[in-house]
């Protein structure tokens, strides 16, 4: 069974760490900072390692 996230609403950046953490509409994922900082090189495990912080509001 695929887990949808939902839809982008809004973003933070936390200033002792520079990470973002992105709200959607179904829960929130983080990114750190490296990660946006090269964001145009991800590859596809990185991806999924992304993917798996997706914190669900359900």
Do not use: C, W
Request: proline letters at 2%; zero cysteines; glycine letters at 4%.
């Amino acid at each position: 069974m695929r887990k949808e996230i939902g839809e982008y609403e809004a973003h933070t950046v936390n200033d002792e760490d520079k990470n973002l953490t992105v709200m959607l509409t179904n829960g929130r994922i983080r990114l750190y900072s490296e990660e946006i900082q090269y964001r145009n090189n991800l590859i596809p495990e990185r991806i999924r390692d992304i993917a798996i912080r997706f914190q669900s509001n359900r």
